[in-house]
T-cell receptor, first 113, second 112 residues
Framework: SAVISQKPSRDICQRGTSLTIQCQVD?????MFWYRQQPGQSLTLIAT?????????ESGFVIDKFPISRPNLTFSTLTVSNMSPEDSSIYLC??????????FGNGTRLTVT | DQQVKQNSPSLSVQEGRISILNCDYT??????FLWYKKYPAEGPTFLIS?????DKNEDGRFTVFLNKSAKHLSLHIVPSQPGDSAVYFC???????????FGTGTRLKVLA
């Protein structure tokens, strides 16, 4: 299975600022996904990062708030923009190919003060 | 609307005994179900899955049971070990889509 490296592993940020999270995969993958896990909640899909095209966002998530880049088949970034305390969550990068189950990076624990 | 529910937020089991984690779903279009295990400061790792055409899948100490009529699945861990202490998420997906729907997780603590 793919090895997924995500950084930073954690950060504490002030409200109003932005944080960019990086996700590197050790093999080329077609689909990369960004999830969020708010405290005590399930994992929620934010968007699908497609190489060479705009990301596809799920209901409740917008590009202005969570811009995503996918410059090649092994790398993606998620930016959390103009942060508020409600954005405090674990953000997870994941990949899934064909019939293989979804695999996750170790996540970024974000705290917004 | 929570389509996948794990109604027990936590569970404690004695080492060597059976752990049973439960999951209910509401969407009859789901046809593939998975269990993930998550340790602190790590991402979820895939544990075991089951297709809707089966009612049981076994992998070593882990067995997943699916009851389609009740829209219920369960994960059995036998025997439970302290290293099994983690948060367990069930997830469901419809074939032809890429969107996994996760439950809220059950924190399992195996007591030595």
């Amino acid at each position: 299975s793919a090895v997924i490296s995500q950084k930073p592993s954690r950060d504490i940020c002030q409200r109003g600022t932005s944080l960019t999270i990086q996700c590197q995969v050790d093999s080329q993958v077609t689909m990369m996904f960004w999830y969020r896990q708010q405290p005590g909640q399930s994992l929620t899909l934010i968007a699908t990062a497609n190489q060479g095209s705009e990301a596809t966002y799920e209901s409740g998530f917008v590009i202005d708030k969570f811009p995503i880049s996918r410059p090649n088949l092994t790398f993606s970034t998620l930016t959390v923009s103009n942060m508020s305390p409600e954005d405090s969550s674990i953000y997870l990068c994941s990949v899934g190919e064909g019939d293989s189950p979804l695999h996750f990076g170790n996540g970024t624990r974000l705290t917004v003060t | 609307d929570q389509q996948v529910k794990q109604n027990s937020p936590s569970l404690s089991v004695q080492e060597g005994r059976i752990s049973i984690l439960n999951c209910d779903y509401t969407n009859s279009m789901f046809d593939y179900f998975l269990w993930y295990k998550k340790y602190p400061a790590e991402g979820p790792t895939f544990l075991i899955s089951i297709s809707s055409i089966k009612d049981k899948n076994e992998d070593g100490r882990f067995t997943v049971f699916l009851n389609k009529s009740a829209k219920h699945l369960s994960l059995h861990i036998v025997p439970s070990q302290p290293g099994d202490s983690a948060v367990y998420f069930c997830a469901a997906i419809s074939s032809g889509t890429y969107k996994y729907i996760f439950g809220t997780g059950t924190r399992l603590k195996v007591l030595a």
